[in-house]
């Protein structure tokens, strides 16, 4: 059973917190955020998710992209460099382009007189 957006996001926020909600807002971790490993660790158990993509953001953030092997289901982290890590968004039917998508570059004509 897939869980929607908001539910994973729920999810990994009582990972962080691991206390009702209302203690959770309370805390110093943004709601959608827990530690690294809880995170990696819940996608992998409860999505069979591990990372395929990843790049640092303008802000100095780790942003990386988990999915599953059957391509199932997808999630963007970023993690900033005060440690916490957020899910910034989730899906289904994850695909990757292995070869390159991008139109062929045209060749510019000689130059006259070569």
Do not use: K, Q
């Amino acid at each position: 059973m897939r869980l929607t957006h908001a539910l994973l996001i729920s999810a990994v926020a009582g990972l962080a917190s691991g206390a009702p909600a209302d203690a959770a807002s309370t805390s110093a971790v943004p709601e959608g955020c827990a530690p690294y490993a809880e995170v990696v660790e819940f996608l992998a158990r409860d999505h069979a998710e591990e990372p395929v993509a990843s790049g640092v953001a303008n802000n100095g953030g780790l942003v990386e992209v988990f999915a599953s092997r059957e391509h199932e289901t997808w999630t963007l982290l970023i993690t900033m460099p005060d440690g916490h890590t957020c899910m910034m968004a989730a899906g289904n039917e994850w695909m990757e382009f292995r070869e390159s998508t991008a139109p062929p570059t045209a060749e510019m004509p000689p130059e006259p007189g070569t």
